[in-house]
């Protein structure tokens, strides 16, 4: 029997994710992820109100660190250097899960009640970023686009961590976050082909 209730709380993490990934989240109960724990089931909802949440633990801590982050953020900084930043520092929680994030993302693309929750959590914590964001005077517009828009390079940068583990998950928020740049500065092909046509036929003699 785990002797803590953070341990029996990893443990239930543990075996709720491998009997996900054996049978499939539907098919497996509350009952048995205890019973494979080593524990009751009634020690299972001490921890989790439910089979989907054992997945999604750590948001918490997750959300509170980005937040403070944002707030005692240098005030020269704009928005989305904000949220790099504080996603760099929060680094420290990711890394540490690394273990549960890669199968844990993997039975959540596998299964649509997961996807569902995992969007409304994204949802959530894109509000919280924006909220952060108006406190410290950002408008409210502005701060919902880059809240959702670095929430999004976020994810990115932890789908490539995932794929390509050979990089720290810092160098993948720094490219991601890079790229979301360039983004911003490429002319579309569309209005390239547009531009070129207009200055040839702009030029003399033609």
């Known amino acids: 029997?785990?002797?803590?209730?953070?341990?029996?709380?990893?443990?239930?993490?543990?075996?709720?994710?491998?009997?996900?990934?054996?049978?499939?989240?539907?098919?497996?109960?509350?009952?048995?992820i205890a019973a494979r724990a080593g524990v009751n089931e009634r020690t299972f909802f001490r921890h989790f109100p439910d089979k989907r949440e054992v997945l999604f633990d750590g948001e918490a801590d997750l959300r509170a660190a980005l937040t403070q982050s944002v707030a005692e953020a240098p005030d020269d900084l704009q928005p989305l250097e904000i949220l790099l930043?504080?996603?760099?520092?929060?680094?420290?929680?990711?890394?540490?899960?690394?273990?549960?994030?890669?199968?844990?993302?993997?039975?959540?693309?596998?299964?649509?009640?997961?996807?569902?929750?995992?969007?409304?959590?994204?949802?959530?914590?894109?509000?919280?970023?924006?909220?952060?964001?108006?406190?410290?005077?950002?408008?409210?517009?502005?701060?919902?686009?880059a809240a959702q828009t670095g929430w999004a390079a976020f994810h990115h940068a932890m789908q490539d961590w995932i794929d390509d583990p050979s990089r720290s998950l810092d160098a993948h928020l720094l490219q991601a976050f890079d790229d979301l740049r360039a983004l911003s500065l490429t002319v579309p092909p569309a209005q390239a082909s547009t531009q070129a046509s207009a200055l040839a036929q702009a030029r003399p003699g033609d």
Do not use: C, H, W
């Not at 844990?104 to 894109?126: G, N």
């Open 1 to 32: 029997m785990p002797r803590s209730g953070a341990e029996a709380r990893r443990r239930l993490q543990q075996a709720a994710l491998e009997l996900y990934r054996e049978r499939g989240f539907d098919q497996t109960t509350t009952a048995e």
């Open 85 to 145: 930043r504080a996603f760099r520092k929060a680094e420290g929680i990711l890394e540490g899960n690394r273990p549960f994030a890669e199968p844990r993302l993997r039975v959540i693309a596998e299964t649509p009640a997961l996807r569902e929750r995992d969007l409304a959590k994204a949802a959530s914590m894109s509000e919280a970023l924006a909220e952060a964001l108006r406190r410290r005077g950002v408008p409210d517009r502005l701060a919902g686009l």
